[in-house]
């Protein structure tokens, strides 16, 4: 199949979006550039494969953290959430999308996602939001602070990414 159609005006790509990404910007300035765009948006939809189903769902998440030069992107998690076992069971059918709704932007990464339970690396990344959406159970152990047990993070190792700059 032919990556260009000719018309009167010469050939032109089938796929001007797509022709429009192989040009400059080289690739680390790629990358950077979608590095500060998901820093900047803060909030996306995180979309998995719903465990014993063909479903997929998306539920709203704020980053975390970034590792590797911002190329693996890290959400908080409730450990004994229905999410950790969609992503336990489906780690490679994980897709994190991102929009910036003032200038219409957006960003689509997909890639193998992990659960994280270390307790140095929850701490490490651990938000001073998480009691609030967490709640204190009253029992001293699941008070949402860095030491509570439902508290895990998501790690998504990007192996694509889809942007209109990228």
């Known amino acids: 199949m032919s990556s260009t159609i000719p018309t009167a005006k010469g050939d032109q790509p089938t796929d001007p979006y797509k022709a ?36 997929l769902t998306s539920r709203c998440m704020a980053l975390a953290g970034k590792e590797h030069g911002g190329i693996d992107l890290l959400f908080h998690i409730n450990l004994l959430s229905s999410k950790t076992l969609d992503l336990t069971t489906h780690p490679r059918e994980v897709n994190m999308s991102f929009l910036d709704q003032v200038s219409g932007s957006w960003a689509s990464i997909s890639g193998t996602a992990s659960i994280v339970a270390d307790r140095a690396t929850v701490e490490k990344y651990y938000s001073a939001t998480l009691p609030a959406w967490l709640g204190d159970l009253g029992d001293g152990v699941h008070d949402g602070s860095p030491s509570d047990p439902r508290i895990g993070l998501i790690r998504l190792e990007a192996k694509l990414a889809t942007a209109p700059d990228t």
């Open 20 to 55: 429009k990404s192989l040009e400059d910007p080289p690739l680390a300035q790629k990358v950077e550039d979608l590095v500060d765009f998901i820093s900047e948006a803060k909030f996306g939809m995180l979309t998995t494969k719903v465990s014993g189903s063909d479903y």
